[in-house]
């Protein structure tokens, strides 16, 4: 995966995301060069901004040898679903609208864009901007990353869920978190696993919510995430898309209806 932030080499604990850095000032930035790192192997990284062609902002780094931040990683090709649950692709089966509000800091600057699959082009302030449209590409891992670092009011993205419309932050819940008032909300719900019990993922730091895999989907779930899930259940994250139901013992149920709408990794 490409490295969605960075830390300080002397603060490890300040982190970074590219949201925040293309937010900067060109000045701004300046005074990090040469103090920023990649999280996971502390190699030296730097930001790139977005190219005339384009290509959107990112941290590139000096990755050490097998981190899993480099993109040339070879086990993150072989875990393979590392950017398939793209919701951009996915916006018609998430009733999801992406598209970007204006950024305050952005003064003077028409960086108001957005994209549908619908191209919703009735607001004047439309503007179609490729390299804005790229970076809507969210992924079920950029969303979990953001998450896990509390970073998400960071993505200034809308969605559309449900006939409503709000910062993707707001759609976004730590399954701790989940209690009655969650009742047939759709949302994106992330926290810590324990174990696969045929239908349920179990989680962890709580006793009152799973994941339930609808038996429609049991065997394509296997199909495509067993091998991978088994070595990582444990004290590993995951989200998932789903809507909670309560159990009968008044617990609590996520239920996953599509392989797309969970994505797990090393912690
Ligand atoms: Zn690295």
Not at 212 to 236: A, C, G, L, P, T
Request: net charge positive.
């Amino acid at each position: 995966m490409s490295m969605e932030y960075v830390i300080l080499k002397n603060d490890k604990n300040a982190k970074y995301t590219i949201h925040e850095f293309n937010k900067m000032t060109e000045v701004g930035r300046e005074t990090f060069k040469g103090r920023i790192c990649c999280p996971k192997c502390h190699g030296d990284a730097g930001y790139r901004k977005t190219s005339t062609d384009g290509k959107v902002a990112c941290f590139f780094a000096k990755h050490v040898d097998g981190c899993r931040w480099s993109t040339s990683n070879k086990s993150d090709a072989k875990e393979g679903i590392e950017d398939t649950n793209i919701i951009e692709a996915d916006t018609s089966t998430f009733g999801v609208r992406w598209n970007y509000r204006t950024l305050k800091s952005d003064e003077g600057n028409s960086t108001y864009g957005k994209t549908g699959n619908n191209g919703t082009t009735n607001n004047k302030n439309y503007v179609n901007n490729p390299a804005k449209r790229t970076q809507a590409k969210l992924t079920m891992n950029h969303i979990l990353t953001y998450a896990e670092i509390d970073k998400l009011n960071e993505v200034e993205i809308d969605i559309s869920i449900g006939g409503k419309t709000k910062s993707i932050s707001e759609f976004v819940f730590n399954t701790d978190k989940i209690d009655n008032t969650f009742i047939n909300e759709r949302a994106f719900y992330w926290g810590e696993m324990k174990s696969y019990n045929k239908s349920f993922i179990n989680l962890r730091n709580t006793n009152e919510v799973s994941i339930f895999v609808v038996s429609e989907i049991s065997q394509s779930f296997d199909d495509r995430y067993k091998d991978k899930f088994f070595k990582v259940q444990k004290s590993n994250l995951m989200i998932v898309f789903g809507k909670v139901m309560e159990a009968r013992n008044g617990k609590f149920l996520i239920v996953l209806d599509d392989v797309n709408k969970i994505y797990f990794r090393e912690k």
